[in-house]
């Protein structure tokens, strides 16, 4: 019962990005593991999984709006919204290059490795620009009543 409580004091985006984040590199771990050489990789893979998911849950751990500036909100909410674009086009660029490799042959002894990294970028920078939009959206309605 304790697992379920700490899982419900975290952050609501985390808990979406932990879960999708979960649930796409298992499905996917589990397609290669049929087809992988080494269950080393797979073992590398899944600490790379661990480490993106424990590495990334202090930017989506909340503060509170009275220790910041007056206008520290907007400009954390539009931060937010470039770092997820920034890292949804870094996301998108390496999947279209491990699409082309895949097309032309080549193959990497780290392809569950890179399918985890790939899927954690295009993941986290999607979390990024939903919570800046709404931080944004937010703070914009503050401002205006």
């Given at each position: 019962?304790?697992?379920?409580?700490?899982?419900?004091?975290?952050?609501?985006?985390?808990?979406?990005?932990?879960?999708?984040?979960?649930?796409?590199?298992?499905?996917?771990?589990?397609?290669v593991?049929a087809?992988?050489?080494?269950?080393?990789?797979?073992?590398?893979?899944?600490?790379?999984?661990?480490?993106?998911?424990?590495?990334?849950?202090?930017f989506?751990?909340?503060?509170q709006t009275?220790?910041?500036r007056?206008?520290?909100p907007?400009?954390?909410?539009?931060a937010?919204?470039?770092?997820?674009?920034?890292?949804?086009?870094?996301?998108?660029?390496?999947?279209?290059?491990?699409?082309?490799?895949?097309?032309?042959?080549?193959?990497?002894?780290?392809?569950?490795?890179?399918?985890?990294?790939?899927?954690?970028?295009?993941?986290?920078?999607?979390?990024?620009?939903?919570?800046?939009?709404?931080?944004?959206?937010?703070?914009?309605?503050?401002?205006?009543?």
């Open positions: 019962m304790g697992l379920f409580q700490w899982w419900q004091h975290l952050p609501p985006p985390y808990r979406i990005f932990a879960t999708a984040f979960g649930a796409i590199d298992g499905i996917i771990l589990a397609a593991a087809s992988q050489r080494s269950w080393l990789h797979l073992a590398g893979a899944a600490v790379l999984a661990a480490i993106f998911l424990m590495s990334f849950y202090p989506f751990a909340p503060v009275s220790k910041l007056p206008s520290a907007r400009s954390a909410a539009i937010r919204i470039a770092v997820g674009s920034a890292i949804l086009f870094a996301g998108g660029w390496a999947l279209v290059g491990a699409v082309l490799e895949t097309i032309g042959g080549i193959s990497s002894a780290y392809f569950a490795e890179g399918i985890v990294f790939v899927t954690g970028l295009i993941a986290m920078g999607g979390l990024f620009l939903w919570s800046g939009k709404k931080k944004l959206r937010d703070t914009i309605k503050a401002a205006s009543s």
